[in-house]
């Protein structure tokens, strides 16, 4: 009997839960490994990320659900461990939003600011009714405009 599993046998709380550690592709069928983990956690779902204990890195990683109150192999000889904690992006998420419109905004005022500087740099090398008639240009008055005649 594997003696990681036992408390299956005891306690009707804990759930057997499947995780992935690598991304299926999308639109095709699921190739990645499935490992069996516990946990007492009763709000954890498929497509959660849960954080599992590993002998890598600090002892611990992120995983995919991918089935969850699954069927136990209690003759298994695979370890199952438990869940740390499920995690929760959503504050994480937030910021990187946040973030990204600070960001945007930013380059929309660098450009602002270059279009500007150009523009003053422009006018002030022409003659001031040139400058004027040019600020005062509209889509309207550009069409009229006739194009150069190509010299032959």
Known sequence: MNYTTAIFLVNRDVRAVLVTYE???????????????????QSIAVDDLVVVPTATRHLMTVVKVVEVDVEVDFDSNKEAKLIICKTDRSDYDRLLKLEAAAIQAIKSAEVRKRREELAEKLLADMDPD???????????????????????
């Open 130 to 152: 040139a400058a004027a008639r040019l600020k005062a240009l509209s889509a309207g008055d550009a069409v009229a405009i006739e194009a150069p005649k190509a010299s032959s």
């Open 23 to 41: 991304a299926d592709e999308v639109g095709k069928p699921p190739t990645a490994p499935r490992e069996l983990f516990k946990t007492f956690d």
